[in-house]
T-cell receptor
Framework: EPEVTQTPSHQVTQMGQEVILRCVPI?????FYWYRQILGQKVEFLVS????????KSEIFDDQFSVERPDGSNFTLKIRSTKLEDSAMYFC????????????FGPGTRLTVT | KNQVEQSPQSLIILEGKNCTLQ??????????LRWYKQDTGRGPVSLTI?????NTKSNGRYTATLDADTKQSSLHITASQLSDSASYICVVSAGSGGSYIPTFGRGTSLIVHP
């Protein structure tokens, strides 16, 4: 069964550094999402992406965040200058065109900012 | 502000027993309600999805109900198994036309003991 994959599984970075989290959505899906989950807290929506542009974003998704679909398979989340409070689990999700609410989540990337 | 409240926060039951988890929401305009199962350190996995017109949906031993008038949902787990130990998250989405802004609950942590 097709699934969303994410790399790396764990990323450690120093405060102020840039990180890029990578996701490969399910191949025939057209909607893509990023979420984060700070340890012990609920999952929070960051951004949704469709037709090569951001369709929705939360107030968390400020100027330090950006997303890109650099080719036909990858979907990336870039954090320009990481802060300690960016430490979290970051989940990518994708959904098919006709069922945008049916989101399939990847296993997540644990980001640790030191 | 859109909110999703879940109860109880945690629940311990014996293997083979049934249990019911609750979700109350204030999300507008309502689009759909989903229940996810999240194992520790993993991405959420969808159990059920319900739209406004549906008031019950089953997936094996999981049965979700939705009362759109009172804005309440429940997830009933029948004949629990050890593998049911996980966090169960209620997610309510607002929006339409392919754009779905999800609001996550904090989850109910279920522990099934032998």
């Amino acid at each position: 069964e097709p699934e969303v994959t994410q790399t790396p599984s764990h990323q450690v970075t120093q405060m102020g550094q840039e990180v890029i989290l990578r996701c490969v959505p399910i191949s025939n899906h057209l909607y893509f999402y990023w979420y984060r989950q700070i340890l012990g807290q609920k999952v929070e929506f960051l951004v949704s992406f469709y037709n090569n542009e951001i369709s929705e974003k939360s107030e968390i998704f400020d100027d330090q965040f950006s997303v890109e679909r650099p080719d036909g398979s990858n979907f990336t989340l870039k954090i320009r200058s990481t802060k300690l409070e960016d430490s979290a689990m970051y989940f990518c999700a994708s959904s098919p065109r006709d069922r945008g609410y049916e989101q399939y989540f990847g296993p997540g990337t644990r980001l640790t900012v030191t | 502000k859109n909110q999703v409240e879940q109860s109880p926060q945690s629940l311990i039951i014996l293997e083979g027993k049934n249990c019911t988890l609750q979700c109350n929401y204030t999300v507008s305009p309502f689009s759909n309600l989903r229940w996810y199962k999240q194992d520790t350190g993993r991405g959420p996995v969808s159990l059920t999805i319900m739209t406004f017109s549906e008031n019950t949906k089953s997936n094996g031993r999981y049965t979700a109900t939705l009362d759109a008038d009172t804005k309440q949902s429940s997830l009933h787990i029948t004949a629990s198994q050890l593998s049911d130990s996980a966090s169960y998250i209620c997610v309510v989405s607002a929006g339409s036309g392919g754009s779905y802004i999800p609001t996550f609950g904090r989850g109910t942590s279920l522990i099934v003991h032998p």
